[in-house]
């Protein structure tokens, strides 16, 4: 029993070594290529495998960039877990949070612009609000619930509920700035999470006091409706 | 004189009538077959006209895009600034403005659809957003101007100065979410507008309040800056 157990993990290893391959190669190549011109037989003779094997591990092309997603987020994660032990103020967690958030994908920005040629469509199985790209959103907003929770702010429950994935929406803001950011080391992109972190908090501090309810419930129905359109949009473009 | 110049007028007139026959069967080619499978020959042959002819009223379809942009624009001007007269709060002419934004632009709702999946493209020369589109741009702001100015409401300079521009943002959102709207009559986005349009006006009072001016200045600072970086993204991908 533990011998097959030790087989199976060495074999699930070399799977995931396979795996990282024909993810490294898939990333080369549409650096080059971009996106489009790129097809899965380039991406399975780079890397030196059959094109069966190749499918078997990624269905499509569309599967390697929600691969590329998911190791982003799993870099984002493993870089700002940690560090928000040090952090108690919803600002300071939000600022470590957002840096980071830049820092683990500069390896990336060139192919980030090649990317967002097709993800920002917002039919393309590419776009991060799509359904495809649930598991890591998912993944991400738990974080931003974690920014929130771990903090000392004080927000009332209906704001609370929400914010987290108001958060990830800015966050997405912050990075689709990034894409377009060609000022050296992408200073830029610091300077505007500075500034909007700061903002953010103060725009959150203000809508918790007890004289905004109104208005604050009021944003937040908003919030609700337009989720729903957005939901129904994409229903109907499945039986479509 | 006199003759000559109703000659010219003549055959001013008879220009416009051809732009207008060339428009017209661009909007139903494009209906029919997409914006990037239609090609130039394809309108002149279904105008009846030659290609040089065409060429010489159009540059390129691009030039149809923003042709037709124009008219739905000076078509909303047309319905908006009589029904303006009487409408005093913001809150009225706000909601006058946006609800004849949507039905003046109702005809053309398939067509929107079939654009869009061209002009969402941040680099493109149909994206609202673009340098190409800034006479129409220009005129749609000032029908916002138009829109704060002709209010009793009190908003402090600072604000006011840059309201008109974050108006036809707005209106910029909501007409998006209009073209993916597939319910009867477009019910959603009017609810949309009617929602949105009381919680605009709702901030717009509480960030004219004298206790807001820290955060509102920080606030447009921020638009500043946010602008400033599309302007200099927009030069560099001139150079390159």
């Known amino acids: 029993m533990s011998a097959m157990r030790k087989k ?36 399975a003779d780079k890397a030196g495998l059959s094109l069966g094997n190749a499918y078997y591990y990624f ?18 994660l493993a870089a700002a877990l940690p560090a928000l032990d040090r952090d108690h103020t919803l600002k300071a967690r939000l600022l470590t949070v957002m840096r980071l958030k830049i820092e683990t994908m500069e390896p990336y920005h060139e192919f980030a612009g090649v990317l967002f040629k097709t993800a920002a469509h917002p039919e393309s199985p590419l776009n991060p609000f799509g359904e495809e790209s649930d598991p890591v959103r998912r993944a991400a907003i738990e974080l931003c619930e974690k920014v929130v929770e771990g903090s000392n702010a004080r927000i009332p429950k209906d704001l ?22 060609n000022s050296p080391r992408h200073r830029r ?5 500075d500034h909007t972190v700061d ?42």
């Open 8 to 43: 199976k993990s060495v074999k699930t290893l070399k799977g995931d070594q396979t795996k990282a391959l024909i993810l490294e190669t898939a990333l080369e190549i549409f650096n080059e290529r971009g996106y489009e011109a790129t097809t899965m037989r380039a991406i």
């Open 59 to 76: 269905r499509s092309k569309e599967y390697l960039i929600q691969a590329f997603y998911h190791r982003l987020n799993e870099a984002h």
């Open 199 to 240: 903002l953010v908090d103060k725009l959150i501090t203000l809508a918790s006091n007890p004289l905004m309810r109104p208005l604050r419930k009021q944003s937040l129905r908003l919030l609700d409706e337009l989720r729903n359109a957005a939901a129904d949009l994409e229903a109907d473009e499945e039986t479509n």
């Open 160 to 181: 609370r509920a929400e914010l987290p994935y108001l958060i990830w929406v800015y966050s997405m803001g912050i990075v689709l700035f990034w894409i377009h950011d």
């Open 189 to 193: 992109t610091y300077r505007l999470v």
